[in-house]
């Protein structure tokens, strides 16, 4: 009787004209870390071409290490779990209809220095880190939000860009981190200023001194300009 009834939906199908094929799109997807997600839309399509919306997909993942999927009918969102390659697979009865997965992930950063000198300056300026990413597979990644932090904010400070700024004279240490991967540098802070030393403002500081430095660029891009006119 079990063997029976699990087969009563496919002949049931193929008598009322049920679907021959499945398409899916899209047909891959390609994700650049963990935790991310994207969406395939099924249409079942009858012998003649026309489209079965009644008939309903039932998904699944060959490897959920890497790949879940969850759906509402013929519409599945896959989410990204770890690297490596898996399938996505429509079934209606018998016929079946599958969409591949790879999933690439931050595995290495390293950076182009083994310490950072910064120099506390009238004019501040941020140091940018020599940073490098590798997915799982030795690849380099690009494009990647980077996180950099200080341990002593008293003696510098990250952005999201890849910076670091002096605050103060001493000695810290800074991690950078890349999809939850991090590297860590030895940081030496030099108090070079010679105005009247202010005392650094702790409210809003950074955004400060990122206002501070785009007016300088651009105060120093402008004068560029002028000067090239002139040639």
Known sequence: ????????????????????????????LAFTGRNQTGLIHATPRAK????????????????????????????????????????ILCAIGEVRSSASVSVRVVARV?????????????????LAVKISAFDDRGAPVTGRLVLTRCADEEVCRGDTRGQLWATGAGA?????????????????????????????????????????ARVRE???????AKAAGKQ
């Open 110 to 126: 390293t950076l182009g220095q083994e310490a950072a000198a910064l120099e506390l300056a009238d004019q501040p300026r941020p």
């Open 172 to 212: 810290t240490t800074a991690t950078v981190e890349i999809d939850g991967v991090k590297a860590t540098l030895p940081v030496t802070v030099r108090d070079v200023r010679v105005e009247t030393r202010p005392k650094l403002v702790k409210k809003d500081y950074m955004e400060a001194l990122e206002r501070e």
């Open 48 to 87: 003649g071409g026309k489209p079965l919306p009644d008939a309903r997909c039932a998904w699944s993942s060959s490897d959920p290490g890497v790949a879940t999927v969850t759906a509402t009918g013929n519409d599945a969102t896959v989410s990204s779990v770890g690297p490596g390659a898996a399938t």
């Open 1 to 28: 009787m079990r063997l029976l009834s699990l087969a009563l939906p496919a002949l049931l199908l193929a008598a009322c004209g049920g679907p021959v094929r499945v398409e899916l799109e899209p047909t891959s």
């Open 218 to 224: 651009a105060k120093e891009a402008a004068e560029a």
